[in-house]
């Protein structure tokens, strides 16, 4: 069911603020790419317009048969890929604490050994035959999600001499307006890699790297198959249109 | 202690990487078999409403080099300044338009492409029409949030100078900064994320 199916009224108010104390800042200098791709001049701010209110929706029509399954997507026929087996799964809410349904989320990943299905990573580790690295699903009518792939490994990258991603996935996640878009990624509990990473270090509040973390979620294991992870996901909330409409006199 | 407001923090941005594509654009990188066609490449097709034009750019950075590894997302009314969109309350937008692309740039050339139709004028909430615009989102490796700012169209003159967004920018120099040059059917605007040319990007 999308949100286009529902009985609910669609939403329509302005977003709260995006709170950028919580976000990581432009220049992250750790992060040596934001130093020329940072913006320097302040953002310009303004009410939120009907530019903004409004987003793009995916119908089911945009899915196919194992686009939650990254075991067996790219794999060939009776294969699958390497790697420990795991279930990732969570609820979209918005600010206000309420379910966020019928909205895509995208999400890629390097294989078990590390390695990006992607020219650009020439990391010695071996590709995965089995393995692409992406998929894609829609949140269900109470905001769940939940998809089935193989746990990425940790990889070096060009920043420090030594520098170390610890294990990820990312995650891209419209709303219903355009000023939710978001990208993101998850990281797994307990990595030590994790406060390592300068990515993560650009975060100015220890809360905020809790909030990317998911547990370890045994109540959605499956027994002799594959361990559970739980990752939910905040997108920003909306006013409540009430008051503006008899303001605006629509 | 009072009694707690009961919000919930927004989930903190990360940069998109430079392995972006994989997720959002598959078949651009050669992941084949996942997705048979990559979302967002298609906007218009032969029974849309509205004129045919081409939008391009670059987004260069502090150095003067353009990004090779970005990719930009664009949403737009369509040409009667509906949107496609659950949230649009007016009417019934264009059913052969999608409102919103995604293209990547060039590995080489660092150019991205939308193939889509002039949008119409939307209201803004005080009942003033904006000028004709794209709201753009850009993200790469080295951007930690995604940026957003707005193309507008260089043969709109009268309605870029009565656009209440515009009107917000108190350099008034920067306002360039997000107009497309109209050339034929197609605009271009370049997107600087630093120096004395830097794109104005918007906190919406």
């Known amino acids: 069911m999308t949100a286009a199916d529902s009985n609910q009224a ?12 919580w976000h990581p800042a432009a220049l992250t200098p750790r992060y040596k790419t934001t130093v020329l791709r940072s913006p320097q001049r302040a953002l310009i701010s303004f009410s939120n317009t009907l530019s903004e209110m409004t987003g793009p929706v995916f119908g089911q029509n945009v899915l196919h ?6 075991i067996l997507n790219f794999a060939r026929p009776g294969e699958s890929a ?3 087996r795991i279930i990732v799964h969570g609820r979209v809410l918005d600010e206000r604490g ?32 089995n393995f692409g690295g992406c998929g894609r699903t829609i949140s269900d009518a109470e905001g769940a999600y939940s998809f089935r792939t193989i746990k990425p490994g940790a990889y070096p990258w060009p920043n420090g001499v030594n520098d170390w991603r610890p294990a990820h996935i990312h995650f891209s996640i419209f709303g219903s307006g355009f000023a939710q878009r978001l990208i993101t990624q998850m990281y797994f509990e307990g990595d030590p890699l994790i406060k390592l990473d300068p990515m993560i270090g650009g975060l100015p509040d220890p809360s905020a790297v809790e909030q990317l973390i998911a547990p370890l979620d045994m109540a959605r294991t499956v027994p002799m198959d594959a361990t559970a992870y739980k990752f939910d996901i905040v997108l920003r909330g909306r006013r409540s249109t009430l008051f503006e409409n008899r303001l605006e006199g629509n | 202690m009072p009694q707690p407001l009961d919000l919930l923090k927004e989930t ?13 654009m598959p078949n651009f990188v050669g992941v084949h078999g996942a997705h048979a066609e990559d979302l967002g490449g298609r906007m218009i097709n032969d029974k849309t409403k509205g004129e045919r034009i081409t ?26 300044g509906l949107y496609p969109s659950p949230s649009e309350s007016r009417g019934t937008a264009d059913p052969n338009f999608t409102g919103w692309g995604r293209a990547a740039a060039d590995p080489q050339s660092g150019e991205f492409r939308f193939e889509t139709i002039k949008p119409g004028r939307v209201p803004f909430p005080d009942g003033r029409m904006q000028a004709p615009h794209l709201s753009l989102w850009i993200i790469a490796r080295g951007i930690n949030v995604g940026l957003n700012t707005r193309l507008y169209f260089g043969d709109e003159a009268e309605a870029n100078a009565a656009d209440p967004i515009l009107a917000r920018i108190e350099q008034r120099s920067r306002v360039q900064t997000l107009i497309a040059r109209r050339s034929g059917n197609r ?10 040319d830097e794109t104005v990007f918007f906190d919406i």
């Not at chain 1, 048969?65 to 990254?70: K, R």
């Not at chain 2, 941005?13 to 959002?24: D, E, K």
């Not at chain 2, 605009?187 to 004395?196: E, K, M, R, W």
Request: aromatic share 8%; with cysteine; hydrophobic share 35%.
């Open chain 1, 10 to 21: 669609p939403e329509t108010g302005p977003f709260f603020p995006r709170d950028r104390n």
């Open chain 1, 65 to 70: 048969e194992l686009d939650n399954d990254l």
């Open chain 1, 82 to 84: 390497q790697g420990p």
């Open chain 1, 98 to 129: 309420r379910p966020v349904p019928g909205i895509l989320i995208e999400f890629w990943q390097a294989n078990a050994a590390g390695r990006y299905r992607h020219k650009k990573d020439g990391y010695l580790a071996p590709l995965d035959p």
């Open chain 2, 12 to 24: 903190p941005s990360q940069t998109a990487g430079p392995y972006v594509h994989i997720g959002l």
């Open chain 2, 55 to 80: 939008i391009e750019g670059r987004v260069i950075d502090g150095g003067g080099e353009p990004l090779r590894d970005c990719v930009v997302e664009i949403w737009q009314a369509d040409a009667a």
């Open chain 2, 187 to 196: 605009f271009a605007l370049d997107i600087h994320l630093q120096g004395p």
